[in-house]
């Protein structure tokens, strides 16, 4: 069969996230700087399919393409290691410790934002000729963009910074069922179908994905965003990072791990 019991898969999930642990240096680096480049690469193939269709619908459904992409080539995003690596840790796995947790995700945050901001100047670059021409509709798009999720939010203070981590943990609920739905199915084809779903939910929802905005916002600010780099980290990345965190643990892995590896007694009638 190609589908995997609930049982089968999460146990699947601890042995990941314990990998990742043990995974050097060189390796984590890779792996993340390539996940938030071609993440970064497909958020703006949206993007620009949205525009120049005028149908948002149309960029959200092609979207999930990078997603793919990078999960099957084994890159690691911040998003996906938030879900995974914790459990290693609550199923008292060997070596795994709060501090080797925090080392893994440090690593992939930074192999991500590196690799979203490579693709954020490379096609800032494609799309102004060397930054010698204007960047057209499609600059004034994302500038704006850039603007109203970070500006915007701020206008309305401190409950625009908990809607920010709400719509990160939202995020993260969908993004980690595609990695989990992924796990489920033993066939490219059937992983395919499991991650395309959720993660296109999530984009067309506007929901705060980290690794899409550590591309977004940089890319933003090059094509005349009128925001600050403070503005950014403050009114975006940090409370979208948070939520993520909350939503893929909180909403995915935890409760997958308690009900199918720590489970309860049968009860007795």
Not at 38 to 58: E, M, N, Q, R, Y
């Amino acid at each position: 069969m190609s589908y995997l019991e609930p049982t089968e898969f999460v146990t699947k999930m601890v042995d990941a996230g314990e990998s990742k642990v043990y995974m050097s240096t060189k390796d984590t680096l890779i792996r993340s700087f390539m996940a938030g480049a071609i993440l970064g690469l497909a958020a703006i193939f949206a993007i620009t399919v949205a525009v120049k269709t005028g149908s948002p619908l149309t960029g959200a459904i092609l979207f999930p393409v990078g997603f793919i992409m990078l999960y099957l080539m084994k890159f690691d995003l911040l998003t996906g290691v938030f879900t995974l690596v914790p459990l290693a840790l609550f199923d008292k796995r060997a070596g795994v410790t709060v501090n080797q947790v925090l080392r893994n995700w440090g690593l992939v945050f930074l192999g991500n934002f590196a690799g979203a901001l490579t693709v954020a100047f490379m096609m800032s670059f494609v799309l102004t000729y060397g930054y010698s021409a204007d960047g057209g509709a499609l600059a004034a798009k994302v500038a704006s963009i850039g603007e109203s999720r970070t500006l915007g939010y701020k206008s309305h203070g401190v409950d625009g910074w908990f809607t920010i981590f709400i719509r990160g943990m939202l995020c993260n609920w969908m993004v980690s069922m595609g990695v989990v739905g992924a796990m489920i199915s033993t066939s490219a084809s059937g992983k395919m179908m499991a991650m395309w779903m959720p993660v296109m939910l999530f984009f067309f929802m506007g929901f705060e994905h980290s690794i899409v905005n550590m591309f977004l916002f940089p890319f933003s600010m090059i094509m005349g965003g009128e925001f600050t780099i403070f503005d950014y980290f403050v009114w975006n990345e940090i409370p979208t990072v948070l939520g993520n965190l909350a939503g893929g643990l909180l909403l995915v892995g935890l409760p997958l791990y308690y009900t199918h590896v720590r489970t309860s007694p049968t009860r007795s009638i």
